[in-house]
């Protein structure tokens, strides 16, 4: 069975940080593309960053640019978020899914494989 499942979230104040973690199991890490997501309250679900572990291509969404940041653990099929910086603006759920890789390679943007595989979820609250 294929699972991802968040942990790391939590309450921070702005500027500070915390790193989200997202731990795979059911397929390997070979090559497939693994993304961030999150929802605010009241707003739409949006694309926060993706990696592509195959060759390591990162895609970031503009309002995180510069502060978070995407890597991988292929040994350990686990994709972390670094997320520095943190402004209340950032306070939502944050969510991990399989995305299109070609998407993230050609620099496009995030985008689920599967718009119904939505776990838990980790919650992040920053305070200003």
């Known amino acids: 069975e294929v699972q991802l499942v968040e942990s790391g979230g939590g309450l921070v104040q702005a500027g500070g940080s915390l790193r989200l973690s997202c731990g795979a199991s059911?397929?390997?890490?070979?090559?497939?593309?693994i993304g961030w997501f999150r929802q605010a309250p009241g707003k739409e679900r949006e694309g926060v960053s993706c990696?592509?572990?195959?060759?390591?291509?990162?895609y970031y969404t503009n309002s995180v640019k510069g502060r978070f940041t995407i890597y991988s653990d292929n040994a350990k099929n686990r994709v972390y978020l670094q997320m520095n910086s943190l402004k209340p603006e950032d306070t939502a759920t944050y969510y991990c899914?399989?995305?299109?890789?070609?998407?993230?390679?050609?620099?496009?943007?995030?985008?689920?494989?599967?718009?119904?595989?939505w776990g838990q979820g980790t919650l992040v609250t920053v305070s200003s």
């Open positions: 899914v399989k995305v299109h890789g070609w998407r993230v390679r050609a620099g496009v943007d995030c985008r689920p494989l599967n718009l119904n595989a």
């Open positions: 059911g397929f390997t890490f070979d090559d497939v593309a």
């Open positions: 990696i592509s572990s195959g060759d390591g291509s990162t």
